[in-house]
């Protein structure tokens, strides 16, 4: 495997990683600065969402039709573009519109990236590939809470997202130098019905429920921009039905194994999405902490997942898919609901200990559901999977900080306080329970699903035939 493709690649996860992270733990000075409340700022996290899940969909039809090596890098120039203007913005609707145009060129980078890697990676490869794209991106929130958090605390927040301008710079250069060239496929006329259908659905939900509750706007606004979205994505089922090139290829969860991923992974990155949004507020809002204690706390959550990385392999193989994903499902629940717990008071060592074994399950749930996604897809079908899969993934990661907020504004009403460590306890309670949800799928799934991928099924061949060899 040539390791130096996906390191490049993870350039791109490395900027959209670290930016998320540092938009969390900088939320309450941003905030103050645009005069507005903390939660009213879920808007500049969803918008970025929701342009990833609108452009994602049509990234694989531009690799296919432009060349992925050079979408790619289109997408970290307009990246760059919407980190500069995320800087100079001066009130909220500057800094959502500047995340917005951010999410378009995210929406290019990372599934593009893992276009590359599937067309340039063997399937019995796969997951130490997506290993090794995964860890230059997790330094990424590694570094981004505690770098942020100094920042922000000792310079101004503004100049969190100048940092990334170098990064990508250097991202273009190597990618120029030592991305392979895939030659343009030969593509189907762009289902632009499709498009203007799946774009609705994804702003609609996240828009409206991301809306429903703040005071500025009335509920009906957030209530019709759901039912909007709830209709446009009936009415894309039944046109990617009809179509005979669908821009999201709904007959790929046909398959049962990217079914299973797909659906696990939904709800599992709901709850997901919730807590890089709870966290730091909690720990600044209801700790009394600053953005830079704040960071310094949350950072061991990437390291936790980092460790995860050189052993997933292996421990996959060993296990396989379906006992490995629901174990890891079931540690991350507890993991989660165990915030419910800690005060200001707590043992600070104690809280990040069980931020770091957060991280490490998470990301071992991440690693096998990303690669589980494609053990039954043909190399054919690879942007149309990406595509699907990366859309979902930002759909389900804004539905979450959606729902956190949603629920943080709703208890704050019900018990007529302040926003405070109890609010943030009634979140996590609850997102812990959408994280056992995705534990489901899993449990309905052959033991040996994605045997090619993970090699699960070759070791128990092994095993098997070494048994029935008669003792002599």
């Given amino acids: 495997m040539n390791r130096i493709v996906p390191l490049i690649l993870a350039v791109a996860l490395f900027m959209e990683n670290m930016d998320s992270t540092v938009i969390a733990t900088a939320l309450p000075a941003i905030a103050a600065d645009l005069g507005v409340g903390p939660i009213t700022l879920k808007l500049a996290l969803t918008s970025y969402m929701v342009a990833l899940a609108i452009f994602i969909p049509i990234s694989g039809w531009m690799a296919d039709k432009f060349g992925a090596k050079r979408i790619f890098r289109a997408a970290i120039l307009v990246f760059i573009i919407g980190s500069v203007l995320c800087a100079l913005s001066g009130s909220l609707w500057d800094f959502v519109g500047a995340r917005f145009l951010q999410g378009m060129g995210g929406a290019m980078m990372t599934p593009v990236g893992r276009l590359v890697l599937l067309r340039t990676t063997k399937k019995e490869e796969l997951v130490s590939a997506m290993a090794l794209l995964t860890i230059p991106a997790l330094v990424g929130p590694l570094a981004g809470p505690p770098v942020g958090g100094f920042i922000t605390t000792f310079f101004t927040w503004h100049w969190i997202f100048l940092i990334n301008v170098p990064i990508s710079i250097l991202g273009i250069i190597l990618s120029t130098i030592y991305l392979p060239d895939l030659e343009p496929v030969e593509t189907a006329r762009l289902d632009w019905t499709g498009f203007a259908l799946t774009g609705l659905c994804a702003a609609g939900i996240v828009f409206g429920l991301s809306v429903i509750s703040l005071p500025a706007l009335p509920p009906v606004v957030g209530i019709a921009a759901v039912v909007i979205g709830i209709v446009c994505g009936i009415a894309y089922v039944f046109h990617a039905k009809r179509h005979p090139a669908p821009i999201l290829n709904l007959t790929l969860f046909r398959k049962p194994a990217f079914r299973a991923a ?98 490490f399950f998470r990301s071992f749930f991440f690693t096998g559901t990303n690669a589980l996604s494609y053990a039954d897809i043909e190399d054919r079908e690879a942007s149309q999977a990406t595509s699907m899969s990366s859309a979902l993934q930002q759909v389900s990661l804004a539905l979450g900080v959606a729902c956190a907020a949603f629920i943080l504004e709703i208890s704050e009403t019900m018990t007529g306080n302040q926003l405070g460590v109890a609010n943030f306890h009634i979140a996590f309670a609850i997102v812990s329970i959408l994280t056992l949800l995705a534990a489901i799928p899993y449990l309905k799934m052959a033991k040996d699903a994605g045997s090619t991928v993970s090699g699960h099924r070759r070791r128990q061949t092994v095993s098997t035939v070494a048994e029935n060899i008669p003792v002599k």
């Fill in 262 to 359: 797909q659906i696990a992974g939904t709800t599992f990155r709901i709850s997901t999405g919730a807590i890089p949004f709870l966290m730091p507020l909690m720990l600044q809002l209801g700790f009394g902490m600053t953005p830079f204690e704040s960071g310094m706390t949350t950072f061991v959550g990437a390291l936790g997942a980092i460790s995860t990385k050189f052993m997933a392999r292996r421990v996959f193989a060993h296990g396989g898919f379906r006992n490995v994903l629901i174990t890891a499902c079931f540690a991350s629940t507890i993991t989660t609901f165990v915030n419910v717990f800690f005060t200001a008071q707590s043992p600070h060592l104690l809280l990040m200990l069980f931020l770091y074994m957060a991280g």
